[in-house]
C-alpha cells in the first residue's frame, strides 16, 4: 500500500470513528451471524451481545518452527536467565496464559476500551486460544466477569509488550467496574524484552510482526489487517453492525496467540542450548552470551562468544566481543587465553587498542611482575589515550601517568 493510499484509508476511518462518537450508532436491527463466519466455536455470554469464540489445535499442529505439543516441556529456568528474574525459575510456565488485546486506541484513560482479549493455554495436549469479543460498550461488565472468571484458573500471564500495556489497561477496566482484578501481581513474563536482548543487535525492528518473518518463519495470510487499522474498524462496526469488517481482526488476534507461544519456545530453545540448530547467526551467538555474561555463567557466555568470532560477528562487534572474553578469562585466572583476546584486541586498533594496553599492562605487572613489558604497554597507551580521549576510567592520562611512574619504581627496585 502506497503512502497516499494508506492515508485515504487513515482519512476514511477517522471519519467514521468521528461520526460513530459524535452521533449515537445507528445499527442493524439484524444481529451479525457470528457463526460460521470465525475460526471457532462461538458462545455468547449470557443474554448479551458479547460472546467468546473458542479455536483448538492439535498437540502435533505447528506454527513456524515450532511444535505446540512442545510447550508441556518449557521451564522457567530459561527465562529466570533471560528475564532477569530468578523468580522465574520456580514459576510454572506449562500452566501459563498468553494473552494479547485489541483496544480502541493506545492510551491508557477510561476512554480506552478493550474490545477483544485472546488467551492460549495448553489443556491437555491440545493448544486452545479463546477470544473474548466486547459486541457493546455497555456489555463491558459482563465480558470482564466472564474474563475474569477464566483468567484466575492460570498461576503465569505471557504477554507481548504487556507489562506497559495489555496488563495494566485490563486492570484499569476491573477497577473501573469496581470487579476484582483476576490475580494480584501475578509472575508475568513479557516476551519483548528478550525478544530485545536476544535479536535487536541484528533486527531492524523487534516488533512481533518482524520476529514472525525473521525469526519464526510465520507467513499471515490476506485475511490480515494491519495493527494501526483495527480500531478504525471497531468504530465502524459499532455504527453499521456489519461484523465482516471485524473477522480480519479476530484472525489478527488469533495469529498474535500463536506467535506468542511459538516465540515463547523459540526463546526458551535457544537459550536453554544455542546449539539446538535455530541460532544460525553471529550476532545472535553474540547476544546470548552477553545473556549468560549477565546472569553470571561465564563458561556459556565464553563459548557463545567464541562461536560468534568463529561465524564472522560483525566489525562494530568484534572489539567487544574480544574486550568480553578477555575479561571472563581473566575472572577465571586464565591467563593465556585472556591475553590472546587482549591481543586481538590490539590488531582491532583505536580505542580497542587503548583497553587491551592497559589490561596488558596490568596482567605484565601485578602477575608476571615483567615491568617493563608492563612499562612499553602503558606508553603505548598514553599515545593512544592522548589520541581519543579515552572514555575509560583506568585509561585516562592521571591514571596512566601514575602507574607509569609506579612501574618506573618497580622497576628500579627491582632491578636494585
Not at 460513530?20 to 436491527?29: D, E, G, I, N, Q
Not at 476512554?111 to 477470544?131: N, P, S
Not at 537459550?271 to 547476544?287: Q, S
Request: aromatic share 10%.
Amino acid at each position: 500500500m502506497s503512502l497516499e493510499e494508506r492515508l485515504q484509508s487513515v482519512r476514511k476511518h477517522m471519519a467514521l470513528a468521528q461520526a460513530a462518537t459524535v452521533a449515537p450508532p445507528r445499527r442493524s436491527p439484524i444481529p451479525h451471524d457470528w457463526t460460521g463466519r470465525l475460526a471457532g466455536n462461538v458462545e455468547f455470554l449470557g443474554a448479551a451481545g458479547s460472546f467468546s469464540v473458542t479455536s483448538s489445535y492439535e498437540s502435533g499442529h505447528t506454527h513456524g518452527q515450532q511444535r505446540f505439543s512442545d510447550l508441556t516441556t518449557v521451564t522457567g529456568n530459561a527465562f529466570s536467565v533471560v528475564c532477569r528474574d530468578p523468580e522465574l525459575s520456580y514459576a510454572n510456565l506449562q500452566g501459563a496464559v498468553f494473552l494479547d488485546t485489541e483496544t480502541t486506541g493506545l492510551g491508557m484513560g477510561t476512554g480506552t476500551y478493550v474490545f477483544l482479549v485472546g488467551a492460549g493455554y495448553m489443556e491437555g495436549d491440545r493448544f486452545i486460544v479463546k477470544q473474548f469479543f466486547l459486541d457493546a460498550p455497555g456489555d463491558e461488565r459482563v465480558l470482564l466477569e466472564a474474563l475474569g472468571s477464566f483468567l484466575s484458573r492460570f498461576p503465569v500471564l505471557i504477554t507481548f509488550n504487556g507489562k506497559a500495556f495489555d496488563w495494566p489497561l485490563l486492570e484499569n477496566r476491573f477497577r473501573l467496574h469496581r470487579r476484582s482484578v483476576p490475580f494480584d501481581d501475578p509472575p508475568h513474563v513479557d516476551l519483548l524484552h528478550p525478544a530485545r536482548r536476544l535479536w535487536k543487535r541484528r533486527l531492524d525492528s523487534c516488533a512481533l510482526s518482524s520476529l514472525e518473518t525473521q525469526i519464526l518463519g510465520v507467513r499471515r495470510t490476506i485475511e490480515d489487517v494491519p495493527g494501526w487499522e483495527i480500531p478504525f474498524r471497531y468504530f465502524g462496526y459499532q455504527r453499521s453492525g456489519d461484523g465482516s469488517q471485524l473477522e480480519g481482526v479476530f484472525y489478527h488476534n488469533l495469529v498474535d496467540i500463536l506467535s506468542l507461544a511459538s516465540l515463547a519456545l523459540h526463546i526458551d530453545r535457544v537459550v536453554a542450548d544455542p546449539n539446538c540448530g535455530l541460532v544460525e547467526h553471529a550476532t545472535d551467538f553474540f547476544c546470548i552470551g552477553k545473556v549468560y555474561e549477565v546472569s553470571g555463567d561465564g563458561d556459556m557466555a565464553v563459548y557463545c562468544y567464541e562461536r560468534a568470532l568463529r561465524l564472522g560477528v560483525p566489525d562494530e562487534l568484534r572489539p567487544d566481543c574480544f574486550l568480553r572474553l578477555g575479561t571472563l578469562h581473566k575472572r577465571q585466572r586464565r591467563w593465556d587465553a585472556a591475553i590472546q583476546a587482549w591481543e586481538s584486541l590490539l590488531d582491532e586498533g583505536g580505542r580497542a587498542g587503548l583497553v587491551a594496553r592497559v589490561e596488558l599492562a596490568k596482567f605484565y605487572e601485578h602477575v608476571e611482575r615483567d615491568y617493563v613489558t608492563a612499562i612499553d604497554h602503558v606508553q603505548h597507551a598514553l599515545v593512544l589515550a592522548e589520541l581519543f580521549d579515552s572514555p575509560w576510567p583506568d585509561a585516562n592520562l592521571r591514571d596512566l601517568e601514575h602507574r607509569l611512574s609506579r612501574l618506573f619504581n618497580r622497576s628500579i627496585r627491582a632491578r636494585d
